[in-house]
């Protein structure tokens, strides 16, 4: 398996869920946020960082017990910005790109994420390596090369990482995943019945 790390973000307050949090919310019979933490470890021999709200917080507890390495991000209130910012500076030294991973797309598997770091090792003339919907549409994850650390560590509020993949212009590929999992996620109570609905669960 690739070495790349996996940062996984989850610090966010899920403010759409209305008191709930969305990744506490049981899939397979675990907290999203576990589910995600394992099947991120288990699709890379390297380093699993999971960004999240300082302590305490019940997603502390969830991933007890887990190999992975919480990052806590006391400014996690200012946005995904934050939470990027924060992960990239806790990367392991020498690493040579990083996948960032939204904690609330629960229809990702390891394979989809496996498929992704294999396309660094077959596009290594890329600087961005992005999952997409089988019919093209631009999702997560996204795999950013070592160059682009330091616009990551420079982000601010809830942009994300779209003006670092904007920059990256034609270095930027797209990696077809089945489905429309890159996109499926889920942020309010109606997104979450209707998931479920659709699942028989």
Known sequence: M???PILLLAAGASNRMRGRDKLM???????????????????????VLVTLPPQPHPRHGALKGLDIVPVEVP???????????????ALPEGARAVMVLLADLPDLRAADLRTVLQAVKDRPDMQVWRGATED??????????????????????????????????????????????????LDTP???AAWRAARGK
Request: aromatic share 4%; proline share 5%; glycine share 14%.
């Open 25 to 47: 919310e049981e899939v397979d019979g675990q907290p999203l946020v576990a589910r995600m933490a394992r099947m991120a470890r288990a699709a890379t021999d390297g380093a």
């Open 190 to 192: 109606e997104a979450w």
């Open 75 to 89: 400014e996690a209130a200012e946005g995904m910005g934050a939470s990027i910012r924060t992960g990239i500076g």
């Open 136 to 185: 093209g549409r631009a999702g997560h994850p996204i795999v950013f090369a070592a160059a682009l650390f330091p616009d990551l560590a420079a982000l601010a509020g809830d942009e994300g990482g779209r003006s670092v993949v904007a920059a990256a212009g034609d270095r930027m590929c797209l990696v077809p995943l089945p489905g429309q999992q890159a996109l499926a996620d």
């Open 2 to 4: 690739s070495d790349i």
